[in-house]
T-cell receptor
């Protein structure tokens, strides 16, 4: 069983602050995705990282895939209330996609 | 972009009845569909992987006789929760992909069993 642990589990910060969410596993993944989910809706893909050590930027969001392709991080700069949501990492391997434990982010105006 | 339609979006049923949830890929042929369940404020837990024309592969701890999955065509997979009980109440989400391409998610089904 492939397990993906995310930390922190919950995060409440003020608007304008920076934050980092971590996604760790003992398994190697062929790719890793980050999603954001709103209550009552399906997850929305933010990014896919494939190569070990890869860094991708999406406006104020920076994603990094670990060299060994076992872990990843999501860094948000100058968080805004619109960033509030459940952030999920998901690893692909053995023909299936397994989700991390999730990080609930709240950005207070 | 590709669209995955999930129906119904919410359903309330009596304990002991069966409920069917449909997942359709509207503009692509989904060779693989995944079914997840999600409890409030928790992550998505993979229940099973469904490949068109073959039996679904269930994750450990998921009862295949209770959660019947059918993937009879390249655009439709169904999840039937048989003899539903209150503990089956959850948010169920499907996702679909063609080959190893990008994964597309349905909008989810909120099941409430009374």
């Amino acid at each position: 069983t492939q397990l993906l642990e995310q930390s922190p589990q919950f995060l409440s910060i003020q608007e304008g602050e920076n934050l980092t969410v971590y996604c760790n596993s003992s398994s190697v993944f062929s790719s890793l995705q980050w999603y954001r989910q709103e209550p009552g809706e399906g997850p929305v893909l933010l990014v896919t990282v494939v190569t070990g050590g890869e860094v991708k930027k999406l406006k104020r969001l920076t994603f990094q895939f670990g060299d060994a392709r076992k872990d990843s991080s999501l860094h948000i700069t100058a968080a805004q209330p619109g960033d509030t949501g459940l952030y999920l990492c998901a690893g692909e391997g053995y023909q299936k996609v397994t989700f991390g434990t999730g990080t609930k982010l709240q950005v207070i105006p | 972009g590709a669209v995955v339609s999930q129906h119904p979006s919410w359903v309330i049923c009596k304990s002991g009845t069966s409920v069917k949830i449909e997942c359709r890929s509207l503009d692509f042929q989904a060779t693989t569909m995944f079914w997840y369940r999600q409890f409030p404020k928790q992550s998505l837990m993979l229940m099973a992987t469904s490949n068109e024309g073959s039996k679904a592969t269930y994750e450990q701890g998921v009862e295949k006789d209770k959660f019947l999955i059918n993937h009879a065509s390249l655009t439709l997979s169904t999840l039937t929760v048989t003899s539903a009980h209150p503990e089956d109440s959850s948010f169920y989400i499907c996702s679909a992909r063609r080959g190893s391409e990008k994964l597309f998610f349905g909008s989810g089904t909120q099941l409430s069993v009374l």
